[in-house]
Antibody, heavy 117, light 111 residues
Framework: QITLKESGPTLVKPTQTLTLTCTFS??????????VGWIRQPPGKALEWLAL???????RYSPSLKSRLTITKDTSKNQVVLTMTNMDPVDTATYYC?????????WGQGTTVTVSS | QSALTQPASVSGSPGQSITISCTGT?????????VSWYQQHPGKAPKLMIY???NRPSGVSNRFSGSKSGNTASLTISGLQAEDEADYYC???????????FGTGTKVTVL
């Protein structure tokens, strides 16, 4: 059974760097074709792709956020880490990580991040 | 990249069929067979309902089906049930980005 869980701060100040960790089980990120992605959803708004990392360390980023995002994986720890720099109140959202094999087929429960001074 | 266009809301009575459209361009929906559909109930994480245009993951009801024509993908829910009331999002691979793009989202209401 595949599970994923997001962790990180619930409150960050403007201009700070956000670091989120996705800890997963039930699969290996060294298996061909597998990826883990990050998606966010501001309150009452639509889903937004952030970043995706594949088993072969291929990394994909949202063009509009690319300069602020870094995604990395630690296969031995079964973790994927997303960092987002220069946080702003508009980045307030629920952040999800999800497993990708055929579509984003298993999602974490999400973690809510509020950006406020 | 621009979000894919979905109707803001679609409604239907129990037992009816409804169709949600997802309109993009030849650079995304029209150019690739990599369209997915997600269902999201309030306060919950999204759930994959359809991948690669028309494939259903194991465990998803066969009342849900996907298709594509030109630059528009569609999700059809047949035999509408109260539990189908949720938000639905499409997502597609796009050549204008190395990442996919989501649709604007559709709220389905069961009357």
């Amino acid at each position: 059974q595949i599970t994923l869980k997001e962790s990180g701060p619930t409150l960050v100040k403007p201009t700070q760097t956000l670091t989120l960790t996705c800890t997963f089980s039930g699969f290996s990120l060294s298996t061909s074709g597998v990826g883990v992605g990050w998606i966010r959803q501001p309150p009452g708004k639509a889903l937004e792709w952030l970043a995706l990392i594949y088993w072969n360390d291929d990394k994909r980023y949202s063009p509009s956020l690319k300069s602020r995002l870094t995604i990395t994986k630690d296969t031995s720890k079964n973790q994927v880490v997303l960092t987002m720099t220069n946080m702003d109140p508009v980045d307030t959202a629920t952040y999800y990580c999800a497993h990708r094999r055929y579509g984003m087929d298993v999602w974490g429960q999400g973690t809510t991040v509020t950006v406020s001074s | 990249q621009s979000a894919l266009t979905q109707p803001a809301s679609v409604s239907g009575s129990p037992g009816q069929s409804i169709t949600i459209s997802c309109t993009g361009t030849s650079s995304d929906v029209g150019g690739y067979n990599y369209v997915s559909w997600y269902q999201q109930h309030p306060g919950k994480a999204p759930k994959l309902m359809i991948y690669d245009v028309s494939n259903r993951p194991s465990g998803v009801s066969n009342r849900f089906s996907g298709s594509k024509s030109g630059n528009t993908a569609s999700l059809t829910i047949s035999g509408l049930q109260a539990e189908d009331e949720a938000d639905y999002y499409c997502s597609s691979y796009t050549s204008s980005s190395t990442l996919e793009v989501f649709g604007t989202g559709t709220k389905v209401t069961v009357l």
